[in-house]
Nanobody, 125 residues
Framework: QVQLVESGGGLVQAGGSLRLSCAAS????????MGWFRQALGKEREFVSA??????RHSDSVKGRFTISRDNAKNTVYLQMNSLKPEDTAVYYC????????????????????WGQGTQVTVSS
């Protein structure tokens, strides 16, 4: 089982930036597929971004504004969020699949086996 701890959330004005971090346990982090999801109040949890090896996928709603990256030496995955909008307000969750994947990365919640506790991001207008 992979332990995941998110950090970096907070309050930011519209148009601003935040960088989320997710620290993972495990000695084979480089072979994990890592994802970011978010859940706004009263809404279902939705896919944001994923990375596996050199393969990246972003949802259409964040494409061009958010960037996912990873540092395997630090067992950490990042989500750089720029040009933030009030509709980006949500709890952001880090998730993992302990497997390297290729091609189109999964976006469904049930594909991810391990989850962090989440970090709140609030974007004010």
């Amino acid at each position: 089982q992979v332990q995941l701890v998110e950090s970096g959330g907070g309050l930011v004005q519209a148009g601003g930036s935040l960088r989320l971090s997710c620290a993972a346990s495990g000695r084979t982090f480089s072979r994990y597929t890592m994802g970011w999801f978010r859940q706004a109040l009263g809404k279902e949890r939705e896919f944001v971004s994923a990375i596996s090896g050199g393969t990246i996928r972003h949802s259409d709603s964040v494409k061009g504004r958010f960037t996912i990256s990873r540092d395997n030496a630090k067992n950490t995955v990042y989500l750089q969020m720029n040009s933030l909008k009030p509709e980006d307000t949500a709890v952001y969750y880090c998730a993992a699949i302990p497997q390297l994947l290729f091609g189109v990365l999964p976006t469904a919640l049930h594909d991810y086996t391990d989850w962090g506790q989440g970090t709140q991001v609030t974007v004010s207008s």
